[in-house]
């Protein structure tokens, strides 16, 4: 007699040798991207840690081309990532400086990554994410010899670009006041134009360039209520502040250069054709800094703008991160040929029967309510979690669920969960059971005593998982990295936080589990159809949040949802995720039999992107 698992799996053998292939892929992924990333050693990153005034600290990456010395010193440019990004998501600017010869550090922002909080509220405003200290203490140290003191610049996206702003006006104020030279010779604002007001640039003593999505949904809040930066108030008053009055401009032409460069009065203003969170991603924005930061600089280099090498890194990221993912699946299959784990691989329960006519179109009916409903309580579950989780909202340190995002996300998982367990209940109450559906094909009985064992394999396979990704992360320093999304090293402080919000995501990865396991598997059904129904059906209710808002902006040149628009931009990471999840629990139903594996898993590994990849709040 076969033992239970004989009937599913390849022989031990297979499962080694793909296990073996996927961490060759993910090692030779990482060692490639590490190379893009140190443009093949002509360029040595470092992680450093500053620490700031009130006890916080700024965490970063140093990247020091080889040709900066005590003899030549190099340009500085600090790039200050958004909200919601970590310094990765802003690397690619520090690529392409460096391969030009400037020295650049990118940030993790406050309460983002591994820098600490704020005790501020407002830290872009007053301290730049963490970016004004970064500043003063390159202009203030000879431990940077390396660095053109007199040569210090800075970069921002989104929030990112408000802190450089600010950051004009904050040393120009001090420049003032001291009677010299403002420590930040030139600033890049991109993304943000709402703090170039009067009261702001007239302090301003350095050289700005500015970059705008025309496509920018957040361009509902200009003063024109576009994105047209042509003629722009903002627009109009950055070039403005750096010309005579007499030489004044009422519109804009994009990418002239206005202003003296040696007066500091330099003034650019580019406008892509790009949304919002992709405007870092395109070649064209990037192309725009680099010129910039060459002119302003009074810098020369062989290679042309275009010519651009960051977004291999990306690629190599993205092979990493879905190479890892694929990597769990042969080591699950190995640790439960394991004694110990042996017990949890039961037989694989029948298949529920082909639903037909009515039961199908119950089926259908089922499939876009639960789309219809995930798609509108989106937005008014983050509007809750504003008032359930006010310390988060309001931007203070707290213990109590410090992630304000994440707080809206994790409420829209447990309403949609409890959907999804009422709807799978009811169709088996009123449908299900008189049409030979049984219990038994759903895969949910299993002892207590298995139960703890399953928890040990999912915690088991997390801890390699992420004991990968920091060695990876230690020998190569990249981590696998994809534009706005990306598994990273994290703070201690977060397995808290993973502790926190998994008990209530684990009622969505679960119920996740039960309706793809014990309602999406027919009899006769091709595999990759019943998987790619589920990947659908866990998805398309964000996506249609999505669409709605998109489909709208293009028609009316507003987004749908204008207050929420910054939680309708987190889907771009999290409709991905919720689309692959129904796979993860269907490969590990087909290991065990039964339900509870693959959701185990895949919510502590996704739950640890999310809250590694958003803001927190924690006390310092």
């Not at 990004?85 to 690619?92: T, W």
């Not at 990493?320 to 694989?348: D, I, K, Q």
């Amino acid at each position: 007699m076969n033992s239970p698992i004989d009937h599913r799996a390849p022989d031990n053998h297979g499962s080694h040798r793909f296990l073996l292939l996927t961490l060759a892929v993910i090692v030779l992924a990482s060692f490639l991207a590490s190379r893009v990333q140190n443009s093949w050693g002509t360029v040595q990153i470092s992680g450093i840690k500053i620490p700031t005034h009130n006890g916080q600290w700024v965490t970063g990456d140093l990247y020091r081309p080889r040709t900066a010395t005590a003899d030549t010193p190099a340009p500085l440019v600090v790039v200050v990532p958004g909200f919601q990004r970590s310094k990765e998501a802003l690397g690619n600017v520090a690529i392409e400086l460096s391969r030009r010869g400037i020295v650049a550090i990118t940030i993790d922002p406050y309460a983002q990554g591994k820098s600490s909080s704020s005790l501020s509220r407002m830290a872009a405003t007053t301290e730049g994410y963490g970016m004004f200290a970064v500043v003063d203490y390159a202009a203030g140290t000879r431990n940077l010899n390396y660095v053109d003191r007199d040569r210090i610049g800075t970069t921002g996206h989104s929030a990112g670009g408000n802190a450089a702003i600010r950051g004009a006006n904050y040393f120009g104020r001090e420049a003032q006041a001291a009677g010299i030279p403002s420590k930040l010779h030139s600033v890049f604002v991109s993304g943000y134009v709402l703090t170039l007001t009067d009261e702001v640039l007239g302090d301003v003593r350095s050289n700005v360039g500015m970059s705008y999505a025309f496509y920018d949904e957040g361009a509902y809040r200009n003063e024109l209520g576009d994105g047209d930066m042509r003629i722009a108030p903002e627009a109009l008053r950055l070039v403005n502040s750096g010309l005579p009055g007499a030489e004044s401009v009422t519109e804009v032409e994009l990418g002239r250069y206005y202003g003296d460069v040696d007066k500091r009065t330099l003034r650019v203003v580019h406008n892509e054709r790009v949304l919002h969170p992709f405007q870092p991603y395109m070649v064209e924005a990037t192309a725009n800094q680099i010129e910039y930061f060459e002119k302003v600089f009074g810098l020369e280099s062989d290679l042309a703008s275009d010519d651009q090498v960051w977004y291999w890194k990306e690629i190599l990221g993205l092979v990493s991160l879905v190479g890892a993912l694929v990597m769990l699946v042969p080591l699950g299959r190995l640790l439960l040929e394991t004694p110990f784990w042996r017990p949890l691989v039961n037989p694989l329960p029948p298949a529920l029967p082909q639903p037909r006519g009515r039961g199908l179109a119950l089926f259908w009916g089922l499939f876009a309510l639960g789309a219809l409903i995930a798609c509108f309580t989106y937005i008014p579950m983050a509007e809750l979690s504003q008032k359930l989780f006010v310390d988060a909202s309001s931007r203070r340190m707290t213990w109590f669920f410090p992630q304000r995002m994440n707080n809206a996300v994790m409420l829209w998982a447990v309403l949609n969960g409890l959907v999804g367990y009422a709807m799978f209940f009811l169709s088996y109450r009123f449908h299900g059971r008189a049409h030979g559906v049984r219990p038994e094909m759903w895969g949910v009985s299993i002892s207590r005593g298995l139960l703890l064992r399953t928890v040990a394999l999912a915690a088991t396979l997390f801890i390699f998982y992420y004991l990968l990704v920091f060695a990876i992360y230690f020998f190569l320093h990249v981590d696998y990295n994809f534009m706005f999304m990306g598994v990273r090293v994290f703070r201690p402080e977060l397995l808290i936080l993973l502790a926190m919000y998994l008990p209530f995501f684990f009622l969505f990865f679960l119920s996740n589990s039960l309706r793809v396991n014990g309602s999406m598997r027919w009899e006769g059904q091709p595999e990759w159809q019943g998987m790619l129904i589920g990947g659908l059906g866990n998805s398309l209710g964000l996506l249609l949040i999505v669409i709605v808002q998109y489909t709208t902006f293009a028609a009316t040149g507003t987004v749908y949802w204008t207050d929420g628009w910054l939680y309708v931009n987190l889907l771009f990471a999290v409709v991905p995720m919720m689309f692959v999840l129904p796979y993860f629990n269907r490969f590990f139903f087909r290991l065990t039999g039964r339900i509870y594996l693959g959701p185990m898993i895949t919510s502590m590994i996704f739950i640890m992107v999310l809250i590694s990849n958003t803001v927190f709040y924690l006390p310092l």
